[in-house]
């Protein structure tokens, strides 16, 4: 029962190298979602996509593009890496966008950019 | 602005004492309000929804529109609470998706 799979689990790049992290869910879930968290800080929205074939920018978009490439599949591309973008990055799904619906996360990618 | 407010990053706790986790959020309407939780080594996952009404591990969290406030509860706390447990809102409907709003967690150590 994987739910959500993420990968890689860590990486680290130099500043200017591109990088996608691959995000699949399972549970047939429409919406899906990226985050990334900083230290001392709570998780904040980078993209979203409420369903295949659309995607639209959250709190937190530059630096970072997106491809729903499927329903199962939600990748976050990194085009030119910048120390700024260090963080611990989460994808989530949920079955409908909508305020009730609670999220499904996978176990994050720890990326450094050096 | 929309914001969640966790003011404490620890909480230390011993076995058995009760337990409270903070949590104050800002918005002016009617948002519905969950909270989440990390064990080591595991997942984020939705601990419990205010929607739901429901006790879950034996927390709860109660509502108080007056005061912004969506506080976590436990009467007895346990070791396996050992964790961190993040207050998070989403406004209703907000551009038609389901945006939610994180704090930045309390971690919360039960010691025997």
């Known amino acids: 029962n994987a739910g959500v799979t993420q990968t890689p689990k860590f990486q680290v790049l130099k500043t200017g190298q591109s990088m996608t992290l691959q995000c699949a869910q399972d549970m047939n879930h429409n919406s899906m979602y990226w985050y990334r968290q900083d230290p001392g800080m709570g998780l904040r929205l980078i993209y979203y996509s409420a369903s295949e074939g659309t995607t639209d920018k959250g709190e937190v978009p530059n630096g970072y593009n997106v491809s729903r490439l499927n329903k199962r599949e939600f990748s976050l591309r990194l085009e030119s890496a910048a120390p700024s973008q260090t963080s611990v990055y989460f994808c989530?799904?949920?079955?409908?966008?909508?305020?009730?619906?609670?999220?499904?996360f996978g176990d994050g990618t720890r990326l450094s950019i050096l | 602005a929309q914001r969640v407010t966790q003011p404490e990053k620890l909480l230390s706790v011993f076995k058995g004492a009760p337990v409270e986790l903070k949590c104050n959020y800002s918005y002016s309407g009617s948002p519905e309000l969950f909270w989440y939780v990390q064990y080591s080594r595991q997942r984020l996952q939705l601990l419990l929804r205010h929607i739901s009404r429901e006790s879950i591990k034996g927390f709860t969290a109660d509502l108080n529109k007056g005061e912004t406030s969506f506080h976590l509860k436990k009467p007895f706390a346990q070791e396996e609470d050992s964790a961190m447990y993040y207050c998070a809102l989403s406004p209703p409907m907000d551009g038609g998706y389901n945006k939610l709003i994180f704090g930045a967690g309390t971690r919360l150590a039960v010691h025997p």
């Open positions: 989530a799904s949920s079955e409908e966008t909508g305020g009730n619906q609670p999220q499904h």
